[in-house]
């Protein structure tokens, strides 16, 4: 990855993404809750790099902050769409009929539930939360995973050597692991990569919603969520987290263009010479 352009793009941003999450844990430009009352919607100064908001706060604290939310977000969400998705994944593959046929419609049932609407579902038990985010998207990320898996998940699964194993006692654990799922990790590291951004963009969404990062915790969602509605008067205010959440998403979208090209044979004419 690191040979092609867009690659060493991608990697450099997601680099200094995590490194900025880990150094904004134990430093920030000035404190989180420090304001000042005579200093609010100040313009970029040498105090103050990217200007102050509504309350006096240093925007840039505020955005380096948020950066170890919104990377604590789009890791669990991806965590948990790779595990539902392995899961069901497994369900529509599996020999039983029943369990099979029941997985494919659960899956196409629920797929066509919005990712906002099932958040707005869970805040009512659960209130604006983090956790609204994750589970939201992990669901809706991991429906989407085992719908797009699936199709290489049977031709794996029909396979000869996959029969040789079934004829041999192979267990339906071994198959899974073995065989099937190393033939569809490439789309589905794809899918996970570019479930990521999505999840920057749903943080941001759901947070302006009033159903996501509640008030106080710090987030990019938060910092557009509070200076949105001044986008006249201070533009700076909203310019700075709309590309700190664009630059992001953009870099996490070319990574899994790249890694899709570095490890599917079906985009990479190399490793197919290699499986030939």
């Known amino acids: 990855m690191w040979n092609r352009r867009e690659g060493r793009f991608a990697l450099v941003t997601l680099g200094l993404w995590?490194?900025?999450a880990l150094v904004c844990l134990v430093w920030t430009p000035w404190p989180l809750w420090r304001t000042d009352g005579y200093q609010v919607w100040q313009s970029p100064s040498r105090a103050h790099w990217l200007g102050t908001d509504g309350t006096g706060a240093d925007v840039l604290s505020w955005l380096l902050a948020g950066s170890a939310t919104n990377l604590l977000i789009c890791l669990l969400a991806v965590v948990f769409a790779g595990a539902l998705g392995t899961l069901l994944l497994a369900a529509t593959v599996s020999r039983s009929k029943v369990l099979s046929s029941g997985s494919i419609v659960l899956v196409d049932a629920l797929i066509s539930i919005p990712t906002v609407l099932l958040a707005l579902l869970l805040a009512v038990p659960m209130g604006a939360s983090v956790a609204v985010i994750i589970v939201a998207c992990g669901v809706g990320y991991g429906l989407n995973l085992a719908r797009v898996a699936r199709p290489q998940a049977l031709l794996a699964a029909g396979s000869d050597y996959v029969q040789s194993a079934l004829a041999s006692g192979a267990s339906g654990w071994r198959i899974l692991t073995s065989h099937i799922l190393p033939n569809v990790a490439p789309p589905m590291a794809v899918q996970l990569s570019l479930?990521?951004?999505t999840s920057v963009l749903a943080e941001s969404g759901?947070?302006?919603l009033?159903?996501?990062v509640p008030s106080g915790?710090?987030?990019?969602g938060h910092s557009l969520t509070t200076s949105v509605k001044f986008i006249n008067v201070y533009p700076l205010t909203v310019l700075w987290p709309g590309l700190v959440v664009t630059l992001v998403v953009v870099a996490l979208n070319v990574f899994g263009d790249?890694?899709?090209e570095a490890i599917d044979p079906a985009a990479n004419p190399v490793l197919r010479k290699g499986e030939a």
């Open 206 to 208: 759901l947070t302006y």
């Open 210 to 212: 009033g159903v996501g």
């Open 195 to 197: 479930s990521a951004g």
């Open 217 to 220: 915790v710090p987030s990019w």
């Open 18 to 20: 995590v490194l900025t």
């Open 258 to 260: 790249v890694l899709r």
